[in-house]
């Protein structure tokens, strides 16, 4: 069983950063790939970032260069650094954690942080 917690949304002015945190308990953290999902009003559920158990990263075009993808195994902790914001970054952020099993692998969502970026 893992447990994904968030943090660190909230009201930012556009052109100003952000930093979100998910706490992950559990024993498979370090083997499991890490993702940050947002959605939007009145949208579906979209890949922001997502970074393995190796580390290597992959984000969507919309916010390559602007955000970064990092994790910490000491502190089982996973973060989303967010520069440059924009209006369009509105949604609420919610963190997932792909843990592999025998066969294929299980997905588990955090509670989701609200995240405005004002014009």
């Known amino acids: 069983q893992v447990q994904l917690v968030e943090s660190g949304g909230g009201l930012v002015q556009a052109g100003g950063s952000l930093r979100l945190s998910c706490a992950a308990s559990?024993?498979?953290?370090?083997?499991?790939?890490m993702g940050w999902y947002r959605q939007a009003p009145g949208k579906q559920r979209e890949l922001v970032a997502r970074i393995s158990g190796a580390g290597n990263t992959m984000y969507a075009d919309s916010v390559k260069g602007r955000f970064t993808i990092s994790r910490d195994s000491a502190k089982n902790t996973v973060y989303l650094q967010m520069k440059s914001l924009e209006p369009e970054d509105t949604a609420v952020y919610y963190c997932?954690?792909?843990?592999?099993?025998?066969?294929?692998?299980?997905?588990?969502w955090g509670q989701g942080t609200q995240v405005t970026v004002s014009s």
């Open positions: 997932n954690a792909k843990v592999p099993l025998l066969v294929g692998s299980r997905d588990y």
């Open positions: 559990g024993s498979s953290f370090s083997a499991s790939a």
